[in-house]
């Protein structure tokens, strides 16, 4: 029998700390005069004009103090909605606005939602409700989540793809959510981009001497040409696929995203579609494993290593490509 759905009901935020708790109506903070120095719209936090059920499914299974700020139901302009994770539970909390001013109960003292945010992230929430002695620490941000929309790829709709950048962004904040709150976090993933990144050098240097003990096979078998198939559909991807192994897979620009590609791989006779990112560190299925050069040495590594790393169903390498050297077109490969 499946769960019952989640039902959905505002805290009333009183400004009557409960007892046992620190705060009190001193730690409601006097008006600023300084600017802001984050805008609502530049918020990674905030997400504009989703639906409850939408605000709530992206903070299901997170733990306490993970939130977001979307508009409010009603779509009244300068009102809005901090959803937040607390007790195993979803909580809907209104944030107030009257002559310019912000807060979630009278008198209002902040003068913008993230001037808001920012105080309780360092305060916690028990001042209004006793129910809710939680500080919002674990910001869920709209461009880790962005590229999970379907309709941003059209016909490019990645299953793969959505799952294991659903799974990096759980984990990662569950990770944060060990470390205290003393500026140790950038540091902690600074050293742990760099120990990857390390580690995925050293794979690729052990890659170059296995192709190179095995003679110009495995090398020739990996050239672009065998795998890039530049623009192609979905449908067309799957048909060129139809009857391959397992591993057999091709690499395709997208036909609805600039700088973004898709790898179309056979896992156990079924066609999957992985989108493959594109930024400034590199190319790569999901963050922070977009370090890879070129598709080229994408295509390298996982053809000696498996893509469950990123998703247990896709626990497959690229082993064949599409085409073989000798007979595929050539089209242009970005580096």
């Known amino acids: 029998?499946?769960?019952?759905?989640?039902l959905f009901f505002y805290?009333?935020?009183?400004?009557?700390?409960?007892?046992g708790t620190e705060n009190s109506a001193a730690d409601q903070p006097a008006v600023k005069e300084a600017p802001p120095t984050l805008?609502?719209?530049?918020?990674?936090?905030?997400?504009?004009?989703?639906?409850?059920?939408?605000a709530s499914e992206k903070l299901s299974?997170?733990?306490?103090?993970?939130?977001?700020?979307?508009?409010?139901?009603?779509?009244?302009?300068g009102q809005y909605t901090l959803t937040l994770r607390k007790d195993n539970c979803t909580r809907l909390v209104r944030i107030l606005h009257w002559d310019g001013l912000f807060g979630f109960c009278e008198?209002?003292?902040?003068?913008?939602?993230?001037?808001?945010?920012?105080?309780h992230q360092q305060h916690t929430l028990a001042h209004y409700n006793p129910t809710l002695d939680v500080t919002l620490t674990l910001p869920i941000s709209r461009y880790t989540q962005s590229q999970e929309t379907s309709d941003q790829c059209d016909d490019d709709v990645y299953d793969s793809c959505a799952e294991i950048r659903q799974e990096m962004q759980q984990r990662k904040i569950l990770e944060t959510s060990t470390e205290d709150q003393c500026g140790l976090q950038g540091s902690a993933e600074e050293k742990e981009q760099q120990e990857l990144k390390e580690r995925l050098c050293v794979e690729d240097e052990q890659r170059c001497e296995d192709d190179g003990d095995g003679g110009d096979e495995g090398v020739r078998c990996l050239e672009e040409a065998s795998w890039f198939v530049?623009?192609?559909?979905?449908?067309?991807?799957e048909e060129l696929l139809e009857g391959k192994p397992s591993g057999a897979f091709l690499i395709r620009s997208s036909s609805s995203k600039k700088d973004c590609y898709a790898c179309s791989v056979v896992v156990n006779d079924e066609v999957r579609h992985c989108m493959i990112l594109h930024t400034p560190r590199g190319f790569g299925f999901a963050e922070p494993y977009d370090l890879h050069g070129s598709l080229k040495a994408l295509v390298q590594h996982y053809h000696r290593t498996s893509l469950a790393q990123h998703?247990?169903?896709?626990?497959?390498?690229?082993?064949?490509?599409?085409?073989?050297p000798h007979t595929a077109h050539t089209p242009s490969v970005p580096s």
Do not use: C, Q
Request: hydrophobic fraction near 40%; charged fraction near 25%.
């Open 230 to 237: 530049g623009n192609l559909s979905r449908a067309e991807a």
């Open 1 to 6: 029998m499946g769960s019952a759905p989640e």
């Open 11 to 19: 805290i009333e935020m009183n400004g009557a700390g409960g007892a």
């Open 311 to 324: 998703n247990r169903a896709l626990d497959v390498r690229l082993a064949f490509p599409v085409h073989t």
């Open 107 to 119: 008198p209002l003292t902040f003068i913008s939602v993230p001037d808001l945010i920012a105080h």
């Open 61 to 77: 299974g997170l733990p306490d103090g993970a939130f977001l700020v979307r508009d409010a139901s009603n779509r009244v302009p």
């Open 39 to 54: 805008t609502l719209e530049d918020a990674e936090w905030y997400w504009g004009d989703i639906s409850r059920e939408k």
